[in-house]
């Protein structure tokens, strides 16, 4: 109830630009960060368009501006709104570990 309460109007106003932003002949990708960090470029980062696969999680706000940057000549998120998230965190902002391989 607080949460609404406290951020109706915001999440109101968002729904408005964002209608606003669909409805014109421009392109457009409404870019969705999950929570923004100071940390370095990494490149390690995922775009989530189907809503079954957000996840919460953090991302270097330097990552993105790369995945903004990107946009300019990649077509492949034209007219739709990721989410972006890092591929090296979890929830709970612990690393995740990358699978051991075997030796040879």
Known sequence: MAFHLLL??????K????????RNKFDWV?????ILTD???????????DPRDWTCGFISRADVADFLVKQIDDDA???KTPVLTSSLHTCRGE???PPRRRAA
């Open 77 to 79: 998120f034209l007219h």
């Open 8 to 13: 109706a109007r915001v999440y109101d106003d």
């Open 15 to 22: 729904d408005v630009q964002e209608w606003i932003i669909r």
């Open 30 to 34: 409404i870019v969705r960060p999950v």
């Open 39 to 49: 940390g370095p470029k990494t490149n390690a980062y995922r775009a989530l368009v």
């Open 95 to 97: 690393p995740t570990k």
